[in-house]
């Protein structure tokens, strides 16, 4: 607030009027900067009833005050403002000392008035200031306390979660080592029969009649079916347990393409399918990778396009991506997949369609496998289709490793 002087003539209440009236303005600014400087900070609100509260009880606490001076003003400050000030509620106070002062210029009493109003509001300050501070003190002992109690839960959920995992990943275990067992021993005598087959095919044991020849032909076919469930069984088990180890070697990519295609061009003639071959000119002439594992990769979508299409052609395209990859692109015109499944056919095990599956055969994990095959060569796998229409898987592989 600022300095008053008091003019000692017998006019003193009039040049006083004056006075007070040019500071008035001066006043309720004053003590409205100095609230909202100290307390707005804290973001307080008040609500319209506790406004009108303050607005009825000021000009009765002011006058207490001035008159005992033994009325705490730091509590009744406290109380005041329990439920936060607004800026409105401020511009309230400062018209009502305006009027306190006016009161007690009639009496006579400007001085102590003055004084009074002065020590009132650095008493209300210091009153919401500390309400504030208790309010806070309390706020942060719940929220220690909150978060105590939520931490010994999480503690214990985490426990519990750790505990899951871990059954989880013996379980796993388990399984990765059970289906390597098995696999073993159900390949063993699966060979030995397969064997036995061709040996009676090759008339090792006597001529065939040729329902005969056609009914080991068959016992053949169903073996290699077999043969590569297993072997597709053994890969997932050995990829999910960490153990698949890729080699870098440098191939022609072309001639490996050309061997897939030539492999699996008599069945798809056998299906009444179309199957070309188109290596693009800008293809590099050697690369370096796990030629085993690619072969696998392009075989499985040669596979899955002659599988899935019942009539039309398939197109595998083979080609440089960019300065750093080559793509092998496989393209049917058959059933095509759902979009709705286009983000799930990579999973193992997933299949789109159940008839379908019992009609084309499959467990769901040639895509599986192509995926984290891929993964592990830091190349990537796309897949384009339309229902009905035909689909197009794309592999892109580095040419030559990349660095870490
Ligand atoms: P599956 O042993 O069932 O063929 P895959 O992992 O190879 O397993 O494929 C997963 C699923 O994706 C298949 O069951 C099939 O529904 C779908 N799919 C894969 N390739 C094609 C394709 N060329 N055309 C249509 N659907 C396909």
Redesign the pocket.
């Known amino acids: 607030m600022g300095d008053i002087q008091l003019a000692p003539t017998n006019t003193w209440q009039e040049t006083l009027t004056q006075l007070i009236e040019s500071c008035c303005a001066e006043l309720e600014s004053n003590y409205f900067r100095v609230l909202r400087d100290t307390l707005f900070s804290r973001r307080t609100t008040l609500r319209p009833n506790m406004l009108r509260s303050i607005a009825s009880n000021e000009v009765d606490a002011l006058n207490k005050y001035f008159c005992e001076p033994n009325f705490s003003a730091v509590a009744h400050g406290s109380q005041l403002f329990q439920a936060g000030l607004s800026e409105q509620a401020a511009l309230r106070l400062g018209h009502i000392t305006r009027q306190f002062l006016l009161d007690h210029l009639e009496q006579g009493q400007v001085a102590p008035a003055l004084a009074a109003i002065d020590a009132y509001q650095e008493a209300v300050i210091q009153g919401y200031i500390q309400s504030q501070e208790k309010k806070i003190l309390k706020e942060q002992e719940l929220i220690r306390s909150a978060l105590q109690t939520a931490v010994s839960r999480y503690m214990v959920e985490i426990k519990e979660i750790e505990a899951m995992a871990q059954k989880a990943t013996e379980a796993n275990e388990f399984k990765t080592r059970f289906i390597a067992r098995m696999g073993h021993e159900l390949r063993t005598p699966l060979g030995a029969m397969m064997g036995l087959a061709e040996m009676l095919q090759e008339g090792i044991y006597g001529p065939l009649t040729p329902e005969q020849k056609d009914m080991t032909q068959r016992i053949v076919n169903k073996a290699v079916v077999l043969k590569n469930i297993f072997a597709e069984l053994l890969d997932q088990s050995q990829i999910e347990s960490g153990q698949l180890r890729l080699i870098e070697e440098e191939f022609p990519p072309q001639a490996l393409v050309e061997v897939v295609y030539s492999n699996y061009l008599p069945l798809a003639l056998q299906k009444g399918l179309a199957m070309r071959i188109k290596i693009n000119a800008n293809l590099p002439s050697s690369v370096i990778g796990d030629k085993v594992r690619i072969e696998q990769i392009v075989t499985?979508?040669v596979v899955?396009?002659i599988?899935?299409?019942e009539s039309g052609s398939i197109v595998v395209r083979v080609y440089k991506a960019n300065a750093t990859h080559w793509s092998v692109e496989?393209k049917?015109t058959?059933?095509?997949?759902a979009k709705e499944?286009l983000g799930t056919?990579?999973e193992p095990f997933?299949?789109?369609?159940e008839t379908?599956?019992r009609k084309?055969?499959?467990?769901?994990?040639?895509?599986?496998i192509v995926q984290q095959l891929v993964t592990a060569m830091k190349g990537t796998v796309e897949v384009k289709?339309k229902l009905g229409q035909?689909?197009v898987?794309t592999v892109n592989l580095p040419i030559q490793p990349m660095q870490e």
């Open positions: 499985n979508l899955n396009a599988k899935y299409t496989v049917d058959g059933i095509g997949i499944h056919i990579f997933r299949q789109t369609d379908a599956h084309h055969g499959g467990v769901g994990l040639g895509l599986a289709s035909g689909s898987f």
